[in-house]
């Protein structure tokens, strides 16, 4: 699924990002190449790093 229009970024390349250590939005932006232009994808994303971290809590326990 496309999360950010504006500079074609989809769930496999957030994921990635994700996983490559990106802790915000902006890390993840930065590890894609990108800049946030309108901004209305950045709480899309920070649902998927709070699951990414929700992840990894339970992984430790």
């Known amino acids: 699924m496309i999360v950010c229009v504006c500079n074609r970024l989809n769930e ?3 994921g990635a990002a994700i996983c490559g ?3 915000c939005a ?3 932006y930065a590890r894609c190449g990108v800049r946030k232009n309108c901004g209305r994808c950045q709480e899309t994303i920070e649902g ?3 699951q990414n971290r929700g992840a990894l809590a339970q992984a430790a326990e």
Do not use: M, P
Request: net charge negative.
């Open 26 to 28: 902006d890390d993840v």
């Open 48 to 50: 998927l790093l709070e």
């Open 12 to 14: 496999q390349r957030i």
């Open 21 to 23: 250590g990106a802790d």
